[in-house]
Nanobody
Framework: QVQLVESGGGLVQPGESLRLSCAAS????????MGWYRQAPGKQRDLVAT???????NYADSAKGRFTISRDNAKNTVYLQMNSLTAEDTAVYYC?????????WGQGTQVTVSS
């Protein structure tokens, strides 16, 4: 059974940082591109960043320069380092694995940026 388990969300103040983690099943991690999406209340789920098995990355404009996606192949884990957080980054963040029409989602982790 494929699992994506996120962790690392929480409440931070504007300007602070958070690192999200997503532990994936070994069966998919080495072959599936991985990504982070987020969904704010009343809004659609949007792409934040993706990373291929070989480490190529892609970022939404809102994430460029502030967020970094990375992966640790030994731990089957993908990370999202988020810096300079603002209230607009408040959302549920979801880990995603997608390849050839097959998509898996994690349960989501809440990130709240508030003073």
């Amino acid at each position: 059974q494929v699992q994506l388990v996120e962790s690392g969300g929480g409440l931070v103040q504007p300007g602070e940082s958070l690192r999200l983690s997503c532990a994936a099943s070994r069966s998919i991690f080495s072959i599936f591109p991985m990504g982070w999406y987020r969904q704010a209340p009343g809004k659609q789920r949007d792409l934040v960043a993706t990373i291929t098995p070989r480490g190529s990355t892609n970022y939404a404009d809102s994430a460029k320069g502030r967020f970094t996606i990375s992966r640790d192949n030994a731990k089957n884990t993908v990370y999202l380092q988020m810096n300079s957080l603002t209230a607009e980054d408040t959302a549920v963040y979801y880990c995603n694995a997608a390849r050839m029409g097959v998509t898996y989602w994690g349960q989501g982790t809440q990130v709240t940026v508030s003073s």
